[in-house]
């Protein structure tokens, strides 16, 4: 019986929050330089819909620009933040590696579903060696729509997943996990919001807390 973990990044696995501001404001200083902007970077309004594909966090925060224009910032934007992993400026969350040794010891394979874009990923995996334990990444970018539910769907049926959970921060994760008969195991960090972390099966306070939630998924069938 094949059984997984599948994780999502940002806000899950790796701090986002230590180089967003930073990244964000990067950006907007360019946007400043060519007057398609004034006042400060919108991190307030950013860290609030943390979670939704980039396409959608541009549409919300730019909403009087272009899709070209939209496109050009978002990839301002990734390299600020590839460049910020690359110098060391952020961290993963306390716990991940001796979590992930712990579930591999238990015989779990692990999944990264993400609605970041595929070399923000790559960069992230690489920085911290997570290719030790999880055994692929996999981006919304690899999908035709911008639905989770989908993406974690299409690695259950790669990867002939039977039981297992989502971990995630958002309520994003918590659907994926609920529309493809999986245990919603809700991250109470940075960027969660409590009413969606009501609808989660667990809630932890910390990624090792998942080795006492991990034996409420044996015996759980993915159907």
């Not at 059984?3 to 990067?26: C, P, V």
């Not at 200083?29 to 060519?34: A, P, S, T």
């Not at 819909?49 to 980039?54: A, D, F, K, S, T």
């Not at 070209?68 to 910020?84: G, K, P, T």
Request: aromatic letters at 10%; proline letters at 3%.
């Amino acid at each position: 019986m094949t059984k997984a973990i599948i994780f999502d990044m940002d806000g899950t696995l790796f701090q986002t929050n230590q180089i967003l501001e930073a990244s964000l404001e990067d950006t907007f200083q360019e946007l400043r330089k060519i007057n398609k902007w004034e006042g400060a970077a919108p991190l307030a309004e950013y860290q609030r819909i943390m979670g939704v594909p980039l396409p959608k966090v541009w549409e919300t925060l730019l909403p009087e620009f272009t899709t070209y224009e939209r496109n050009e910032v978002d990839a301002l934007f990734l390299d600020r933040l590839i460049s910020n992993i690359q110098y060391g400026r952020g961290s993963l969350y306390p716990g991940v590696e001796e979590t992930m040794e712990e579930l591999n010891s238990q015989g779990f394979s692990m999944y990264i579903a993400s609605n970041g874009l595929k070399r923000y990923l790559k960069t992230i995996v690489e920085y911290y060696h997570l290719d030790r334990w999880v055994s692929q990444t996999y981006s919304i970018e690899q999908i035709d729509s911008l639905d989770k539910s989908r993406l974690v769907q299409e690695i259950i049926q790669k990867h002939a997943i039977q039981e297992g959970a989502v971990v995630g921060d958002r309520l994003s994760d918590i659907r994926a996990a609920k529309e493809n008969g999986l245990t919603a195991v809700g991250c109470r960090f940075d960027f969660a919001r409590e009413e969606e972390l009501a609808q989660a099966d667990e809630v932890i306070e910390d990624l090792r807390d998942l080795k006492q939630v991990i034996p409420l998924l044996e015996g759980t069938p993915y159907s």
